[in-house]
């Protein structure tokens, strides 16, 4: 019996505001984008890095540029880094980013990028404050890849992601989806 496993992934978000697009912005979700910013750290040494979000790639990234002496800022929407854990360990997180070097940068939403001639950041805006980057990281989530779904009549839910039932069954006969590209049943 034949079936179908759709399971195409996510790609990063990038934020839609004004400078997405520039030279020094990265987002981090495959060997690629690490390949990217490593050739990037290794040619340009930039020295201060703005850091956009405070889940896991954002807070590995942070320890990454502080291991190459870079000036670290994380912008954060909420009070906490890591903000899905319980809030003793996102405590315990921002304690460990302060310890070591990280500044941290709470209730921050970036609003434009500013750039210079050559297309690259020179510096963040953020509804709070404007501060001077050399590199931004975008790790503000992902965005379902589910065009090929969508052209075969799958179903979305809520998220934009595909809608599947306990079992990851999509609306459609004999097919499945599983990993970034679908939304998931939890049973807490």
């Known amino acids: ?43 340009k040494r930039p020295r201060r890095v ?13 320890e990454a540029f502080r291991l190459r002496n870079m000036e ?3 912008f954060c929407r909420r009070d906490l880094p890591a903000g899905n854990l319980e809030k003793e360990i996102s405590e ?10 990280v500044y941290f940068l709470p209730y921050h939403e970036p609003v434009a990028f500013k750039r210079n001639g050559n297309g690259e950041v020179t510096s963040l805006e953020t509804n709070k404050a404007h ?8 790790a503000v989530g992902v965005i379902p890849n589910v065009e090929i779904a969508r052209e075969a009549g799958v179903e979305f839910g809520k998220t934009g992601a595909i809608r599947t039932d306990t079992a990851q069954k999509t609306n459609l006969v ?10 998931v049943f939890n049973l807490v």
């Open 174 to 183: 004999d097919s499945y989806t599983a990993g970034d590209c679908c939304e």
């Open 1 to 43: 019996m034949d079936r179908l496993i759709i399971a195409t992934g996510a790609r990063s978000r990038r934020l839609n505001i004004s400078g997405n697009d520039s030279k020094n912005i990265f987002t981090l979700k495959d060997l690629q984008d690490g390949i990217h910013i490593k050739k990037y750290v290794d040619e």
């Open 92 to 101: 315990k997180i921002l304690k460990e980013l302060q310890e070591n070097g």
């Open 50 to 62: 703005a850091v956009l979000g405070g889940g896991f790639i954002g807070l590995e990234m942070c």
């Open 72 to 74: 670290t800022f994380l």
């Open 131 to 138: 501060f001077p980057a050399d590199m931004v990281l975008m």
